[in-house]
């Protein structure tokens, strides 16, 4: 009913709520409104904001709201959040608080608003961070997982846009931009949907990974290039009309043993490293070489043929960086 991509928008939602709460009602405290109350305004008030920064504000929905002139952007975003806050406020004063504490409620309105948008402030940029690192991967970074370096058995998919030099030079460097990030949005919540992180965009392109046994796990690493495919094929008409180019893509996927590692100081990401993710990387341009959708090494199409992945052999072949030659495959169908 829900896909993964929902849940881990939700879980984001869960954690800006939790922490507008955390802090609410410390602030709560601090001016005196009763603890039932700041709980209630609280929950309701980061729950609204949560949801419309998650589901409006970051989705493709949103795009043109973050286009926006920024001083345009905050004031709406503020109109926003004063809207939510008075309704609140009016919610708590009717539904949970006796009458005898309306009057109080509304007093304190004037000096709780200074506090509010502060608190909304540290929201957002908490679901800000949680959408550019990950859910998870903030998680592991808060831990201590990688602090030091650890062996992980991955799946990378490697996808890259084609003739993007051609696509830049005809549409200019403003209109290629939102071309490009269009489809990388399009690609993107198919990969999440089958349980796949994006660990990087790269210009036009971009690579997902997967924990091994969630790759091969109803074939998820070749069904979310299936399903990005057919989002690209289903709003191609849309893309021509607006651009006059349909994006086409090709991918490589390999995978194996990596070195998963904490990487930074003041802004820190958690790297993979290996002659793995480097293959994976050479699969694509073998399907570039070949010009095919998509190539599969060896090591995957193994697990996947298991899985009754109808794959066909393109033959072995060396890859840059790598001695021993690489059985490579691609889909049947593709």
């Given amino acids: 009913m829900f896909t993964n991509t929902f849940v881990r928008k939700l879980l984001s939602v869960v954690i800006g709520t939790a922490c507008f709460i955390a802090v609410g009602l410390v ?19 980061g729950l609204s904001i949560g949801l419309f920064e998650v589901f409006f504000v970051q989705s493709n929905a949103g795009n043109g709201f973050r286009a926006l002139n920024p001083l345009l952007h905050t004031g709406l975003y503020g109109l926003f959040i004063l ?7 009016v919610s708590v004063a009717w539904l949970v608080a006796p009458p005898e504490q309306a009057a109080a409620i509304y007093g304190r309105v004037p000096k709780s608003m200074p506090a509010v948008f502060a608190i909304t402030v540290v929201t957002v940029l908490v679901l800000r961070v949680v959408s550019f ?5 903030l998680w592991y970074l808060l831990i201590g997982r990688y602090h030091r370096p650890v062996f992980e058995k991955r799946a990378f998919l490697f996808i890259d846009l084609k003739d993007s030099t051609h696509i830049t030079e005809e549409l200019g460097a ?12 399009d690609i993107s919540k198919p990969i999440t949907d089958r349980r796949g992180d994006i660990y990087k965009y790269m210009g036009d392109g971009l690579i997902a990974t997967w924990n091994w046994d969630e790759a091969i796990a109803r074939a998820n690493v070749v069904e979310a290039l ?12 849309a893309y021509q009309r607006e651009f006059g180019h349909c994006p086409e893509f090709r991918a490589g996927i390999h995978g194996g043993e990596v070195i998963v590692s904490k990487r930074g100081d003041l802004r820190r990401a958690i790297e993979y490293n290996g002659d793995n993710i480097n293959i994976a990387a050479r699969m694509e341009q073998k399907a570039k070489d070949h010009e095919l959708f998509v190539v599969v090494s060896e090591a995957i199409a193994d697990e996947l043929q298991a899985q009754e992945v109808p794959l066909a052999r393109v033959g072995e072949e ?17």
């Avoid at 690192?133 to 991967?137: D, P, S």
């Avoid at 060396?318 to 593709?334: D, F, N, Q, R």
């Fill in 27 to 45: 602030a709560g405290k601090a001016i005196g409104a009763p603890l039932v109350n700041a709980l209630f305004v609280a929950a309701y008030v």
């Fill in 83 to 89: 809207v939510i806050y008075v309704i609140g406020i």
């Fill in 133 to 137: 690192l990950g859910a998870r991967n």
């Fill in 174 to 185: 403003k209109r290629s931009r939102e071309f490009i990030s269009r489809f990388l949005f």
């Fill in 226 to 237: 299936r399903d990005a495919k057919a989002i690209i094929d289903q709003r191609g008409p």
């Fill in 318 to 334: 060396t890859v840059k960086g790598i001695s021993k030659p690489i059985g490579l495959y691609t889909l049947a169908e593709a």
